[in-house]
């Protein structure tokens, strides 16, 4: 995530005391050994980077313990789909392009209550990597200082 900074700062404006280090979107999660060279590049262009523009349908929620930013971005959704398309299998029914916020819902923050941020969510190019069957053990959040 190109633009973390302001995400960071829209967090802490709505109340939350951490935000996950390392904000990313997850276009696919799979366990099928794949040739990453035949999936290939993007299509986002030359320079790797995708925006989502500002606006559109954005809402927070809870994927299990983790606190999200959903959003809607058909070219996300698109990629992730071709990549389904050439053999991967996923353990999640339903793709929905999200931002893990935070692991940690501050006390007496109500999640209904949290205004989505509205802004653009600038992407970097994609990076491929192993599934890391004890990536919870290595989240970790960054505080806010006052």
């Known amino acids: 995530m190109l633009n973390a900074g ?51 349908p954005r809402l927070m929620e809870r994927f299990g313990d983790a606190i999200v930013l959903q959003f809607a971005s058909s070219r996300l959704t698109w990629r992730h789909e071709d990549i389904k ?3 991967a299998e996923t353990d999640y029914p339903e793709y929905q392009p999200h931002v893990t916020i935070s692991w940690q819902l501050p006390k007496g923050l109500d999640l209904s209550k949290v205004e989505p941020y509205r802004g653009k969510i ?24 006052a």
């Open 6 to 56: 302001e995400i960071r700062k829209w967090a802490k404006a709505q109340g939350f005391d951490t935000v996950q280090e390392g904000l990313h979107v997850t276009i696919i999660h799979t366990r099928t050994p794949m040739d990453w060279i035949k999936v290939g590049e993007d299509y986002w262009g030359d320079s790797g980077k995708m925006t989502v523009a500002e606006g559109g």
């Open 85 to 87: 398309r050439m053999g």
């Open 122 to 145: 600038e992407l970097g190019p994609e990076v491929f990597e192993e599934v890391n069957e004890a990536w919870k053990a290595a989240v970790k959040e960054q505080t806010f200082t």
